[in-house]
C-alpha cells in the first residue's frame, strides 16, 4: 500500500524519462530467444543459476544489432546495468558492463524501473528487515546505517513493516531454493540501483524536480487564445528570407572563419592546452604591441570583430584620428556605456552626451539626419536607457558601410597586415613537454587587468576631451 | 548580424495610453500599432466581445498559425544538407582530456570561462562556487553559497565578480578580491529576486547588468547595483532552464529555452516575444546562439540537438541518432560554428558536425551526467562539467607528429 507522492509530477511518464522505455525495448530485443544474446547456466555453490550472460557478449550483440562501436556499445550496455535492467552477478556493488567474462543476468520485468511504483522508504525498511530476519548481521554498514533511520523516522508503523518482512520471509522459503537464490539476487540487484551505496550514485537520479506540472493541461481560457493571437499575427508580418539565403550565409561564416577555429586547424605557435605553452595568449593580449597575422585578417572579416577586438577597436581610433572622424566611435561607445551602465548614472551619461556630441555646436558634433536628431534630442528630455539607440545605429552603420571600408584600404591598416608577425609552430620533444608541464605559467589576475585598463581609459578620456580655452588660455597668460 | 529589432520604435508613447513605455510592436487588425506591455496584458484579458466565443478565439488562432507555417513554408527553398554538399567533410576527430578539476564535493551543476580564456567558475549542488585557474588547476576563491543546487553561474565580462543562484530563488553577485583570505561573502549583493528556483544566469556587455531565467517560467532582466528590476520576460508556460544572449553588433536580443518545449526569443528592451520555435518533443534544457547570431541551438530531453535559423524563421537541422537516447543537457558551438559539442545523460559528450548534421566524435570520461559544456572563448578548449564532482577541459588531439608514446605519458594530466 503505497501512496503515489504528488510531487512526483509524474515524472516515470514523461518524455522526460522516454530513454527507460527505449532501453525496455532493447532489453527486451536481448532476451529473444534465437536473436537475443547468449545465456548458460552457471554454477553457484550448490544451485544453478539459469539465463546467465557474459559482459563480452553483451558488447557484441549491442555493437551488432545497434550499429555501432564496441567502445559506445560498452557505454550504453554501462546504462543498462545503471538502470538495472541487467545486473552483476559478481561484484554486484558496482553497476559497470566490463567488457569481459564477467557474469550478468537480465532483471525481471517486475524490477524494471517503470514497471515497479517509485521505490519507496517503506519497501526498503521491509526489504532490510527481511534481511535480517533472516539472518542477523548480514547487513552492510551503509544498510545498517539506513535501517536504524528508517527506524527512527517510521516508528510509528514499524509494526506493519515487521509484519510484512516476516510474511515474506515465510513465502520466500516456500520457494524452491533455485528460485529463492534467484529472487534474492533480482531484489538485492533492484536496491543497489535505487538505494546506491555510498560513494556511488543512482542512475534514477534526475535532479530537481520541475516546478511546474508537465502533465498538467493549460487552461485554454480565452486571454490564453488571445495572446496567441497577438503574438502569431506579429510572427506572420515579420519579414523572412530565403533559406538558400540564410543557410548560404551559415556556410559562408563556417568558411571564412574555418582558419581561426582551434578545433579545425592548429593555433600557431601552439595550442596552450596541448603543449603547456601559454605562448599564444601571450601574443594575443588584449593590448599587445604587434599583433599576430590571423587576429590582423580577422578584422576585415566583419566591422564587428574589428570592434569587438580591443587590440582592433585601438588600430580603427588610429584610423579615425587620422581622418579627424573620431567622434562617430567616441558616441558609439558613449552610447553603450549608457546602454549598459547602471541605472543610476544614466541621466548624468545622458546629459553628459548630449552636451558632447548632439547640442548644437558641440566640441564632438556627430553628423546625422535631421529626423534622428529630432527623435533624439526629443527622448533626452525624460532620458532613459535606449535614448539614444536610433541615433547609435545611424552612426554603426555609417561607420560598417563606409568607414570600415576606407580602413581597410588605408594605409593604417595596411601597416599593421606588413608589421603583424606570424609565429612559427612549435615542435617540442617529450621531454619539454613533460618540462612545460611541470612549469605552467600562471598569469596577471584579471582584476589588476582590469584596473589598469580603467586608468588607461581614464587618462584618454581626459586627453581627448574638450580644450577648456579659458583654462588655455590662462595657463599661457601664467608662463607669460 | 541579423538583428531587425533594431530598425523597430521601442520607446515612447503608448498608442494606448500615451504613457513614455518600453514598446512592443503588434498588429491591430493588420495594421501595425506600439503598445507598451500593460496595454498589450489589458488587451487580451479584455472581456469576449459581442459574437466572440472561446471557440471563435480558438478557430482564429488555429488559422493564424496555419497562416505562419503557409509563409514560412513559402521561403523553404532549400535543406542545409544540401547547402553543405559543397562544403569538405571533416576528417577523423580526435579529442583528449587535458585538465581534470577535482575539488568539488558533489554534482558539478554549472561552470563559465572568464574572457581571459583560462579562468573558470564551477557551481555545485552542495553549495560551493569556486573560480578556478583552468590552466595550472589552481583554485583561486571558492564561495559558499547558503542555499543548495547552485544551478546558475557566470563570470562578469570584466574578471572581477562572479554571479550565481540556484533553490535560494535570487541571483547574486560576488565581487572576487585579490587578497585571497577576504570572506568574499561580506561583499556579496543580492540582485535578482524570482518566486522560483534560479536555472540559469547571464552579464550582458558590462557588469552591472544581469540577464536571469526562473522556475517561475519568467526570465528578467536587473540593474545590479539597484538591484532593481528594468525588464521582464513572460511568455513561458512552464519553468524556463536557460538563456542565452545574441552575440550581435546591436545586441539587443536573447533566446530562452523552456520545459513547455519552446524556444523564445526576446526583445531586451520592450520585453516581447519576437519569435518562438516549439518542435521538441520535450524539455529544452540549455540553448546557445551560433557565432554570428543569426541561429542557435538547443539541447533536450527528448535525446536530439536542434538548429534554428533565425532568419529564414524555422528549425533546419536535428542532429540525432538511434543510439542516442539519453538527454541532452548542454550544447556549445566551437569559435566557427562547424562543431557542435553536447553532452548527454548517458555520461559522454558527442560532437556533431552542424553543417552535415553527421556525429564526427564521441568523448568518454565522465562517471556521470553531464551537466554543463562550454567552449572557451578563444576556441582552443571546452570545458565539461559533469555529476561525477569534476571538470574537465578537453582539446583536439594534434594528429601530425605526435608519436603513440606521447598519448601514453600523458593520458591523465
Known amino acids: ?480 | 548580424m541579423c538583428d531587425q529589432t533594431f530598425l523597430a520604435i521601442t520607446f515612447g508613447p503608448c498608442d494606448n495610453c500615451s504613457q513614455n513605455k518600453p514598446l512592443m510592436n503588434i498588429y491591430l487588425k493588420n495594421e501595425p500599432i506600439n503598445y507598451c506591455s500593460l496595454c498589450v496584458e489589458l488587451m487580451a484579458c479584455q472581456g469576449l466581445a459581442k459574437g466572440e466565443t472561446t471557440n471563435t478565439l480558438k478557430a482564429e488562432s488555429e488559422s493564424l498559425k496555419a497562416k505562419l507555417e503557409e509563409e514560412r513554408a513559402k521561403l523553404h527553398d532549400v535543406e542545409l544538407h544540401q547547402v553543405a554538399e559543397k562544403i569538405d567533410a571533416l576528417g577523423q576527430f580526435v579529442m583528449k582530456t587535458r585538465r581534470t578539476l577535482k575539488g568539488h564535493g558533489n554534482k558539478v551543476l554549472c561552470m563559465d570561462w572568464c574572457r581571459d580564456k583560462r579562468r573558470i567558475v564551477s557551481s555545485s549542488q552542495d553549495g560551493k562556487v569556486i573560480v578556478w585557474d583552468a590552466y595550472t588547476t589552481n583554485k583561486e576563491h571558492a564561495v559558499t553559497m547558503p542555499c543548495t543546487w547552485v544551478m546558475a553561474c557566470a563570470y562578469a565580462p570584466s574578471g572581477c565578480a562572479v554571479a550565481c543562484g540556484g533553490l535560494d530563488n535570487k541571483c547574486s553577485v560576488y565581487p572576487l578580491s585579490l587578497d585571497k583570505n577576504e570572506n568574499l561573502a561580506a561583499k556579496k549583493k543580492s540582485v535578482a529576486m524570482h518566486t522560483n528556483y534560479l536555472s540559469s544566469c547571464s552579464f550582458t556587455n558590462s557588469d552591472m547588468q544581469i540577464l536571469t531565467s526562473s522556475g517561475d517560467g519568467t526570465c528578467a532582466l536587473w540593474d545590479v547595483e539597484s538591484g532593481q528590476l528594468l525588464q521582464s520576460f513572460h511568455g513561458h508556460s512552464a519553468d524556463v532552464l536557460s538563456l542565452d544572449l545574441a552575440p550581435s553588433e546591436t545586441g539587443n536580443t536573447f533566446v530562452s529555452g523552456g520545459c513547455d518545449k519552446k524556444a523564445n526569443v526576446w526583445d531586451m528592451r520592450s520585453g516581447q516575444n519576437v519569435q518562438s520555435f516549439e518542435t521538441h518533443e520535450s524539455d529544452i534544457n540549455n540553448v546557445k546562439y551560433y557565432p554570428s547570431g543569426d541561429a542557435f541551438a538547443t539541447g533536450s530531453d527528448d535525446a536530439t540537438c536542434r538548429l534554428y535559423d533565425l532568419r529564414a524563421d524555422r528549425e533546419v537541422a536535428i542532429y540525432s541518432k538511434d543510439s542516442i537516447i539519453f538527454g541532452a543537457s548542454s550544447v556549445d558551438f566551437s569559435l566557427s560554428g562547424r562543431l557542435l559539442f553536447a553532452g548527454y545523460n548517458d555520461y559522454t559528450i558527442n560532437v556533431w558536425d552542424v553543417l552535415k548534421g553527421t556525429r564526427v566524435a564521441i568523448l568518454f570520461g565522465h562517471e556521470n551526467r553531464v551537466s554543463t559544456v562550454r567552449v572557451s572563448p578563444d576556441g582552443t578548449a571546452f570545458c565539461s562539467g559533469s555529476w561525477d564532482n569534476t571538470l574537465r577541459v578537453s582539446a583536439y588531439l594534434r594528429s601530425s607528429g605526435e608519436s603513440e608514446l606521447r598519448n601514453i605519458l600523458y593520458n591523465t594530466v
Open chain 1, 1 to 480: 500500500m503505497t501512496i503515489r507522492s504528488d510531487r512526483d509530477h509524474g515524472q516515470r511518464y514523461r518524455p522526460r524519462m522516454s530513454c527507460l522505455k527505449k532501453l525496455e525495448a532493447t532489453v527486451v530485443q536481448m532476451q529473444d530467444p534465437s536473436t537475443g544474446v547468449k545465456g548458460t547456466d552457471q554454477k553457484l555453490n550448490v544451485t544453478i543459476i539459469p539465463h546467465v550472460i557474459t559482459g563480452q557478449d553483451i558488447v557484441a550483440w549491442i555493437t551488432k544489432n545497434m550499429n555501432i562501436d564496441s567502445d559506445e556499445a560498452q557505454a550504453f550496455g554501462t546504462m543498462l546495468v545503471a538502470f538495472g535492467y541487467i545486473y552483476p552477478l559478481q561484484d554486484h556493488k558496482k553497476l559497470v558492463l566490463r567488457p569481459d567474462g564477467s557474469l550478468y543476468r537480465f532483471q525481471t520485468p517486475y524490477f524494471w524501473p517503470v514497471q515497479k511504483w517509485k521505490a519507496e522508504d517503506t519497501d526498503y525498511a521491509i526489504y532490510l528487515a527481511k534481511r535480517n530476519i533472516r539472518k542477523k548481521g548480514v547487513l552492510d554498514a551503509y544498510e545498517q546505517e539506513e535501517y536504524n533511520k528508517l527506524h527512527k523516522w517510521m516508528n510509528h508503523k514499524w509494526d506493519f513493516i515487521v509484519m510484512q518482512a516476516k510474511e515474506q520471509y515465510h513465502a520466500g522459503k516456500a520457494r524452491q531454493k533455485a528460485d529463492r537464490v534467484v529472487f534474492d539476487c533480482q531484489e538485492r540487484a533492484y536496491w543497489i540501483v535505487h538505494r546506491p551505496p555510498p560513494q556511488t550514485h543512482s542512475a534514477m537520479d534526475y535532479g530537481l524536480d520541475r516546478h511546474i506540472d508537465p502533465n498538467a493541461e493549460e487552461k485554454k481560457t480565452y486571454d490564453y487564445y488571445r495572446r496567441i493571437i497577438i503574438y502569431t499575427q506579429q510572427a506572420v508580418m515579420r519579414s523572412r528570407v530565403k533559406s538558400s539565403v540564410s543557410l548560404g550565409a551559415l556556410a559562408k561564416y563556417i568558411t571564412t572563419f574555418k582558419n581561426h577555429d582551434p578545433f579545425l586547424v592548429p593555433c600557431l605557435p601552439s595550442n596552450p592546452w596541448q603543449t603547456d605553452d601559454d605562448s599564444y595568449w601571450e601574443l594575443n593580449t588584449p593590448d599587445v604591441e604587434i599583433p599576430t597575422k590571423m587576429r590582423v585578417e580577422r578584422w576585415s572579416f566583419s566591422f564587428y570583430e574589428l570592434l569587438n577586438d580591443p587590440r582592433g577597436r585601438a588600430d580603427f581610433k588610429i584610423f579615425l584620428k587620422k581622418e579627424f572622424s573620431g567622434e562617430n566611435l567616441a558616441f558609439w561607445e558613449a552610447a553603450e556605456e549608457l546602454k549598459w551602465g547602471t541605472a543610476a548614472s544614466m541621466s548624468e551619461k545622458a546629459e553628459h552626451i548630449f552636451k558632447t556630441f548632439l547640442a548644437p555646436g558641440a566640441p564632438r558634433w556627430i553628423n546625422i539626419d535631421g529626423r534622428t536628431m529630432g527623435l533624439t534630442v526629443k527622448g533626452l528630455e525624460h532620458p532613459h536607457r535606449y535614448v539614444l539607440d536610433a541615433a547609435q545605429t545611424h552612426i554603426f552603420m555609417l561607420m560598417k558601410k563606409d568607414t570600415f571600408y576606407r580602413y581597410l584600404k588605408s594605409p593604417v591598416y595596411k601597416e599593421m597586415q606588413k608589421k603583424a608577425i606570424s609565429p612559427a609552430p612549435h615542435n617540442f620533444s617529450e621531454a619539454q613537454l613533460q618540462q612545460n608541464m611541470r612549469n605552467r605559467r600562471p598569469s596577471i589576475d584579471p582584476i589588476i587587468t582590469w584596473q589598469k585598463e580603467q586608468e588607461e581609459k581614464a587618462k584618454a578620456e581626459a586627453a581627448s576631451g574638450p580644450v577648456d580655452i579659458k583654462k588655455l588660455m590662462a595657463s599661457k597668460l601664467d608662463r607669460k
